[in-house]
């Protein structure tokens, strides 16, 4: 493993089809992936495929389960690291830190999507015990670029993808082109996104759980309705709106011993307005 900050594979199975919305972002993603599997066709042309990804947008937009996708789609893994776990606050070790990470990941032989989530933290990330602060932050990042440099001119087996809630925090010549050469908003799905990620939720839980003897949900289930339903809602509110249906049913079920039939619309409409108040 690269480091005690690396957690494990979330969903490993998702694949960039159940991201719901974002088309483009999925688009460049897939772009991404195809560029990656040919690489024989990417030098003949003398073309740079990217290398840096930076995905920034709200928490539960999707960014880690793009990560995740994309490492399903070149074969490979991902790799997690949680970056404000890996900065310290004494001077040197948050540099040691990631010297360690990238050493580690110029050596990789299989494909890998290495994640640095919470990206913003290495810059604003400040050595709280110094009053040097500045120059602690600025070793960091530089030592950051220094490393991603290095990896990306070694290691084409190698695809980082930074996440933050907070792109204006992120260092402009720490994302400049040459290092992260894609960087793509994940915004707060509109309704039409909304519609898309609950039909992909629904199809995946479906494929997951139904059987020939056992109905998830009512035939009344209507995503688009839904989707009206949940202004300002995300990816992941939309999922937890889902988990509650289920763990209702379940309880209910589980408490009476009868079958507790389908999750219903107004099962659904519950769940979600319950969660938006
Ligand atoms: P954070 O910024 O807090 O890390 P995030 O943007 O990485 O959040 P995810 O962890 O990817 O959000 O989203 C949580 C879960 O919500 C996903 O695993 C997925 O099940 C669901 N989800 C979020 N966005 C989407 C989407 N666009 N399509 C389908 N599912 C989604």
């Known amino acids: 493993t690269v480091s005690p900050a690396v957690v494990a594979d979330r969903s490993p199975g998702v694949r960039l089809d159940d991201v719901g919305g974002l088309e483009d972002v999925v688009a460049q993603f897939r772009d991404v992936a195809v560029s990656f599997r040919h690489p024989d066709v990417m030098a003949r042309w003398g073309a740079t495929r990217p290398q840096g990804i930076l995905l920034y947008g709200p928490p539960?937009?999707?960014?880690?389960?793009?990560?995740?996708?994309?490492?399903?789609?070149?074969?490979?893994?991902?790799?997690?690291?949680?970056?404000p776990e890996i900065l310290d606050k004494w001077v040197g070790n948050s540099e040691k830190n990631i010297q360690r990470i990238f050493a580690e990941a110029r050596h990789l032989r299989e494909p890998t999507v290495l994640l640095f989530d919470e990206f913003d933290s290495?810059?604003?990330?400040?050595?709280?015990?110094?009053?040097?602060?500045?120059?602690?932050?600025?070793?960091?990042a530089g030592i950051f670029k220094q490393e991603m440099n290095t990896l990306i001119a070694e290691n084409p087996n190698v695809i980082v993808v930074a996440t933050t809630n907070f792109p204006d925090r992120v260092d402009a010549s720490l994302v400049r082109s040459g290092r992260f050469d894609l960087k793509l908003a994940v915004p707060v799905p509109a309704r039409r996104a909304r519609a898309d990620i609950l039909t992909k939720l629904l199809r995946g839980l479906i494929a997951r759980h139904e059987t020939p003897g056992f109905r998830m949900f009512a035939d009344d289930v209507d995503a688009d309705a839904l989707a009206t339903e949940s202004p300002g809602l995300t990816g992941a509110d939309l999922k937890e709106a889902l988990r509650r249906a289920q763990l209702d049913k379940a309880m209910q079920e589980a408490r009476s011993g009868a079958p507790a039939g389908p999750i219903t619309q107004a099962d659904l409409l519950a769940a979600l307005t319950r969660l938006r108040s």
């Not at 880690?64 to 949680?82: D, K, P, S, V, Y």
């Not at 290495?122 to 960091?140: E, H």
């Open 122 to 140: 290495i810059i604003t990330y400040t050595g709280q015990a110094f009053d040097a602060a500045g120059q602690m932050i600025n070793a960091v």
């Open 60 to 83: 539960g937009t999707g960014k880690t389960m793009l990560a995740q996708a994309l490492a399903n789609e070149i074969g490979g893994e991902l790799r997690e690291i949680r970056t």
